[in-house]
């Protein structure tokens, strides 16, 4: 999530990480909807819908505990990657959700290498 959407949810983190994981759950179904939508050329077609709905489905499951749903959208937001800032924002979350794991050394190796 960005813009106003993310600032609201990073205010409410310092509250209640249940009350994050509780607007996380149906922010994912919402965004599994609208993946569902895309048809196989939409990365063509139309990327930053799709960039935008993968990312912001890595955020939602991060923010969910669904780590490997977050892995399986980043991998492939990072495939159809075109530019350096979409895979930056794709490796920030990934950093986000090994730090919230408590695996330190995983989230250094990925702002290290990626």
């Given amino acids: 999530m960005s813009g106003p959407a ?3 949810v990073t205010r409410l983190e310092a509250y209640s990480p249940d009350l994050i994981f509780n607007i996380a759950g149906p922010a994912v179904q919402y965004l599994e909807n609208g993946l569902t939508l895309l048809h196989e050329g939409s990365w063509q077609e139309d ?13 939602a499951a991060y923010l969910s505990g669904g780590h490997e749903r977050m892995e399986r ?19 920030e979350l990934k950093i986000q959700a090994c730090q919230a794991q408590n695996r330190l050394a995983a989230a250094l ?5 990626g």
Avoid: C, F, P
Avoid at 47 to 59: A, D, K
Avoid at 109 to 113: A, E, I, Q, V
């Fill in 6 to 8: 993310s600032r609201t």
């Fill in 47 to 59: 990327y930053e819908l799709s960039r935008g709905l993968h990312v912001e489905m890595v955020e």
């Fill in 73 to 91: 959208y980043a991998r492939e937001a990072l495939s159809h990657a075109h530019q350096l800032m979409d895979v930056i924002q794709v490796h």
């Fill in 109 to 113: 190796n990925l702002g290290l290498h």
